[in-house]
């Protein structure tokens, strides 16, 4: 046989490295075609299993995960209480635990002010009131007996008045007396004096004697005394009606005059409220003393860690000046900014888990409360979408997660990260 001799194939039918020679293939063209590489029917069961259980975990766990809504856009939050002097002064003290990151008890006296100043008006104070509280009580000791003498006057005025009244009365009756005398007098004397007269013409014609004749006129005389007596008892009785009228008129006016004594009593129930009103009006001044006087010793509003400490003795302090901040250590929660697309299943009472970064610990929670605004609104400029060149941002509004009680919590500080993760189905 022949030898067989290889003829190059053209460049683009170039055969791969890994095809065997020709001469291999001319060998073994007689026998049975070589079997194809590939996966044992072991491997490909083990690969469905595989690929059926990552399905599997990959579905478990979306069914997991869609029950939490989370974020790491959280902070521990807490409560920054400022000390702000109340008064103005001069730093006396400072306490020793007022340093930064020191711990202090609620109640704990803080830094003291000079209290000289305020002590004077304490005192100043005190003395005003117990001045006040004397003149209140006069003035109100003075309300009965200005009622009692008031009306006590206004009784005797109406009675002396009624007496005067009644006086006068009488001296007309007597003067109407008098006068009804006055006329029988007169009657009386004109008798005996035309009596004197005819005896006089019987005497001149010595038809009676003298002696009768002198008692005519003895008589006469007597009618005619008696007559200028009783004119006389007229002209006094005239006179004490005139002095019993004017009586009246002088009882007039003091009736009028103690007519005034409802206004005198209110008068002085006038001047007794306004003693009392001074009073307590002095009470009051002592009292804001006394609270200034207290305002020079700041304490502690709560229990927690100093801060922003700004303040040492002797520096002159004005009221409202904040001096240092305590911080609640024991009263945190969480805020934590979701996005708004992840608050529709979201409500207060929600159990949460709190992931805090800096002790890789967790802490339990509950949703307390979802803010009314996205955080944005709250931004010191807020953006303005009514432009033409808007842009929809998703946004994200604050929740408050309270801890629950019973952790320790003591460590954690307002400012830290921590994740959030809400179950909310």
Same mark, same amino acid.
Request: proline share 5%.
């Given at each position: 046989?022949?030898?067989?001799?290889?003829?190059?194939?053209?460049?683009?039918?170039?055969?791969?490295?890994?095809?065997?020679?020709?001469?291999?293939?001319?060998?073994?063209?007689?026998?049975?075609?070589?079997?194809?590489? $590939?996966?044992?029917?072991?491997?490909?069961?083990?690969?469905?299993?595989?690929?059926?259980?990552?399905?599997?975990?990959?579905?478990?766990?979306?069914?997991?995960?869609?029950?939490?809504?989370?974020?790491?856009?959280?902070?521990?939050?807490?409560?920054?209480?400022?000390?702000?002097?109340?008064?103005? $002064?001069?730093?006396?003290?400072?306490?020793?635990?007022?340093?930064?990151?020191?711990?202090?008890?609620?109640?704990?006296?803080?830094?003291?002010?000079?209290?000289?100043?305020?002590?004077?008006?304490?005192?100043?104070?005190?003395?005003?009131?117990?001045?006040?509280?004397? *003149?209140?009580?006069?003035?109100?000791?003075?309300?009965?007996? *200005?009622?009692?003498?008031?009306?006590?006057?206004?009784?005797?005025?109406?009675?002396?008045?009624?007496?005067?009244?009644?006086?006068?009365?009488?001296?007309?009756?007597?003067?109407?007396?008098?006068?009804?005398?006055?006329?029988?007098?007169?009657?009386?004397?004109?008798?005996?004096?035309?009596?004197?007269?005819?005896?006089?013409?019987?005497?001149?014609?010595?038809?009676?004697?003298?002696?009768?004749?002198?008692?005519?006129? +003895?008589?006469?005389?007597?009618?005619?005394?008696?007559?200028?007596? +009783?004119?006389?008892?007229?002209?006094?009785?005239?006179?004490?009606?005139?002095?019993?009228?004017?009586?009246?008129?002088?009882?007039?006016?003091?009736?009028?005059?103690?007519?005034?004594?409802?206004?005198?009593?209110?008068?002085?129930?006038?001047?007794?409220?306004?003693? $009392?009103?001074?009073?307590?009006?002095?009470?009051?001044?002592?009292?804001?003393?006394?609270?200034?006087?207290?305002?020079?010793?700041?304490?502690?509003?709560?229990?927690?860690?100093?801060?922003?400490?700004?303040?040492?003795? $002797?520096?002159?302090?004005?009221?409202?000046?904040?001096?240092?901040?305590?911080?609640?250590?024991?009263?945190?929660?969480?805020?934590?900014?979701?996005?708004? *697309?992840?608050?529709?299943?979201?409500?207060?009472?929600?159990?949460?888990?709190?992931?805090?970064?800096?002790?890789?610990?967790?802490?339990?929670?509950?949703?307390?409360?979802?803010?009314?605004?996205?955080?944005?609104?709250?931004?010191?400029?807020?953006?303005?979408?009514? *432009?033409?060149?808007?842009?929809?941002?998703?946004?994200?509004?604050?929740?408050?997660?309270?801890?629950?009680?019973?952790?320790?919590?003591?460590?954690?500080?307002?400012?830290?990260?921590?994740?959030?993760?809400?179950?909310?189905?």
């Amino acid at each position: 046989m022949a030898q067989e001799v290889e003829t190059p194939a053209p460049p683009r039918q170039q055969r791969s490295p890994a095809a065997p020679p020709a001469e291999s293939t001319s060998q073994e063209s007689g026998n049975e075609a070589p079997r194809k590489p $590939g996966l044992s029917p072991r491997v490909r069961i083990v690969a469905i299993v595989v690929a059926v259980v990552a399905l599997l975990g990959g579905f478990l766990y979306w069914l997991h995960a869609r029950n939490f809504e989370d974020t790491d856009d959280a902070q521990v939050d807490g409560h920054l209480n400022p000390v702000s002097a109340k008064v103005d $002064g001069t730093v006396l003290s400072v306490s020793p635990d007022v340093e930064d990151n020191h711990p202090v008890q609620a109640g704990e006296v803080l830094v003291q002010l000079d209290p000289v100043t305020y002590q004077a008006e304490v005192a100043r104070a005190e003395a005003e009131v117990a001045r006040l509280t004397a *003149t209140a009580a006069a003035a109100q000791a003075q309300v009965p007996v *200005t009622s009692a003498n008031a009306t006590g006057q206004l009784q005797i005025a109406q009675a002396t008045l009624g007496q005067a009244r009644d006086a006068v009365g009488t001296e007309r009756a007597n003067l109407n007396a008098t006068r009804a005398k006055v006329q029988q007098a007169d009657a009386v004397y004109r008798r005996a004096e035309a009596d004197r007269q005819r005896y006089e013409s019987l005497l001149a014609k010595q038809e009676v004697s003298r002696s009768e004749y002198g008692a005519r006129e +003895a008589d006469a005389k007597t009618a005619q005394a008696t007559l200028e007596a +009783a004119r006389a008892d007229v002209i006094a009785g005239e006179n004490r009606v005139r002095q019993a009228e004017g009586k009246v008129v002088q009882q007039q006016a003091d009736l009028l005059r103690a007519g005034s004594a409802p206004e005198q009593i209110t008068a002085a129930r006038e001047q007794s409220g306004s003693a $009392g009103a001074s009073l307590a009006s002095a009470k009051a001044q002592l009292t804001i003393a006394r609270i200034n006087l207290a305002n020079t010793r700041l304490v502690a509003p709560v229990a927690g860690i100093v801060g922003r400490k700004s303040v040492e003795v $002797g520096q002159q302090v004005q009221t409202g000046q904040p001096l240092l901040t305590v911080i609640q250590t024991n009263d945190l929660w969480v805020t934590a900014n979701f996005k708004e *697309t992840q608050l529709e299943l979201m409500h207060p009472g929600q159990e949460a888990t709190i992931h805090v970064d800096s002790y890789d610990r967790d802490y339990r929670g509950k949703v307390e409360s979802i803010a009314g605004a996205t955080g944005a609104r709250f931004s010191l400029l807020p953006p303005e979408n009514a *432009t033409g060149n808007f842009v929809k941002v998703v946004q994200r509004l604050p929740v408050r997660i309270r801890f629950d009680p019973g952790q320790k919590i003591e460590d954690l500080r307002p400012g830290m990260s921590v994740d959030a993760k809400v179950r909310v189905r």
